[in-house]
């Protein structure tokens, strides 16, 4: 049931809280260095200015702004009720250097607050650009190329074409029969999804023989009600191709850099010997980005541009790179060195075994790990391994300490989590040494809390009770294997990374 306000957004259901790495400003800044662009990164304490479009509830925003309090966040979002909770959040944990504004982008870039806004160092924009109008769009570009600095980067994601190709009509099949049933959002969407399955057991040929409509169609069962409203149900739904988005983005003056999947920058590990082949047929790098396109499947793009893009030679890009310290934020037994790519399965040398080794045991420059095994590796593809099989991530202020203004956000999402069945997506904790966030399910949230309260790991029986209100008594025996897994696995990196005290 869309508001009369919302001109075809999804307004009566908010969108799942969540934080997404590749918007970290760490993440972004190690995307323009394998992209050989040279970036200035602020520290911590630093004067800097961060900015999220379509911020949703703001999680990633706060993360930030908490980690970094020398910096100035902005958080925009259109639904009044999103920025209701980012701003109760920040309220709460009392953070002073984020404001969180409800706008429409169409006209903010002409609107007073946006002409009073701070020229950003970072612009992110993640689930936003593939399902908004036009004109909304336009107005993006618009205050890009009014806010973003020379040497700024911006982040953007989207539905990528030709990946979407063939799911087109099954969302619009969704979204047709959803808006002319009764009930909120996340029923609509239930509706037409229920309709797919239906066309689907019946033959349809273009659900049937779709690979992405099908495997869709099977899997949104299990997805949140509130995703699925937000990702089907808008009137403006439209994948991208990459070439569009690049041109669009030219209009502020933006260069397009590379993936902040690190993984995607590293042909070898993205396509066939053959694939490669016709890709090097080509110089310019938006043609080649429609080759890799057009040969693994990538629903979803996280692009990079920077506006005023200063290039380095490979030496340069690589010295920089070498500078980089790594953190681990898995546990040493949970190091994976068989990596599932689209070119297949990449199994690491033993040399690079051994550098990802000695990554597990705590902080390492790339420098470093790569004297352990002289010129078995180069910088990049090191650093594209470890940090792009979510491994490591790079330390902003490898040594730092966490601030006050972190601990407070910490202990406030912490507290929230009341049973273990809670069932939140991808959700984070503040780590100045890492200059954002760290992906954190509600118990490592939960356990963080506990932790930064004063309470020791001693206390695992209180939390387990604790957690376990609500849960069957024959499921508590895996709800006190769980917590303690997680107490075994997760501590260790909390501690390292100054997220909870020693």
């Known amino acids: 049931m869309s508001r009369p306000w919302s001109n075809g957004y999804v307004a009566d259901v908010a969108y799942i809280e969540g934080y997404y790495v590749q918007q970290s400003p760490m993440r972004l800044a190690l995307a323009c260095c394998i992209g050989g662009v040279a970036i200035d990164l602020p520290e911590p304490d630093d004067h800097a200015c961060y900015l999220e479009l379509g911020c949703g509830m703001g999680i990633g925003a706060l993360l930030t702004a908490a980690a970094n309090p020398g910096w100035q966040v902005t958080a925009i979002d259109y639904n009044p009720a999103h920025i209701a909770v980012g701003a109760g959040l920040a309220r709460a944990a009392r953070l002073d250097n984020i404001h969180f504004v409800e706008a429409d982008l169409s006209q903010f870039a002409e609107s007073a607050e946006g002409r009073a806004m701070p020229a950003a160092d970072f612009v992110s ?149 053959e694939q490669r082949a016709l890709l090097d047929r080509y110089n310019d790098p938006i043609m080649r980005e429609l080759i890799k396109d057009t040969c693994f499947p990538r629903q979803l793009r996280h692009d990079v541009f920077v506006r005023g893009a200063r290039r380095l030679s490979n030496e340069e890009r690589d010295a920089r790179i070498a500078r980089l310290t790594l953190i681990p934020v898995v546990s040493p037994g949970e190091l994976q060195t068989t990596l599932h790519v689209p070119a297949g399965k990449a199994e690491m040398s033993d040399p690079l075994k051994n550098m990802m080794v000695a990554a597990m045991r705590g902080p390492a420059t790339i420098a470093e790990l790569l004297a352990l095994e002289p010129g078995r590796s180069t910088p990049a593809e090191l650093i594209g391994v470890l940090v792009g099989s979510n491994q490591c991530q790079v330390a902003l202020s490898p040594y730092g300490l966490q601030p006050t203004s972190a601990d407070r956000l910490n202990r406030v999402l912490g507290a929230r989590v009341r049973s273990i069945a809670e069932a939140k997506t991808s959700s984070g904790l503040a780590s100045s040494r890492l200059g954002g966030g760290l992906l954190a399910p509600p118990l490592v949230q939960f356990i963080a809390d506990r932790l930064l309260s004063g309470e020791r790991e001693d206390r695992a029986d209180a939390w387990i009770e604790q957690l376990s209100a609500d849960i069957l008594p024959e499921k508590r025996d895996k709800v006190r294997e769980v917590v303690n897994a997680a107490i075994e696995q997760r501590v260790p990196i909390l501690r390292q990374l100054r997220i909870v005290p020693e």
Request: aromatic letters at 8%; a negative charge.
């Open 125 to 273: 924009m993640h689930g936003l650009w593939s399902w908004v109008s036009s004109d909304v769009r336009a107005g993006i570009v618009r205050l890009l190329a009014a806010k973003t600095r020379p040497g700024g980067v911006v982040h953007v994601s989207y539905n990528a074409l030709p990946a979407w190709q063939g799911a087109i009509g099954m969302q619009r099949l969704v979204y047709e029969a959803g808006i002319r049933s009764a009930g909120r959002s996340d029923l609509q969407a239930q509706t037409g999804l229920t309709l797919t399955r239906d066309i689907k057991a019946a033959g349809g040929k273009y659900l049937v023989e779709s690979p992405l409509a099908s495997d869709l169609i099977d899997t949104t069962s299990a997805m949140a009600a509130e995703y699925l409203s937000h990702e089907f149900m808008s009137a403006h739904w439209a994948p991208a191709f990459h070439a569009d988005v690049a041109a669009a983005m030219a209009g502020a003056k933006l260069d397009w850099v590379a993936s902040a999947n690190p993984l995607e920058n590293f042909n070898e590990l993205m396509l066939t010997e």
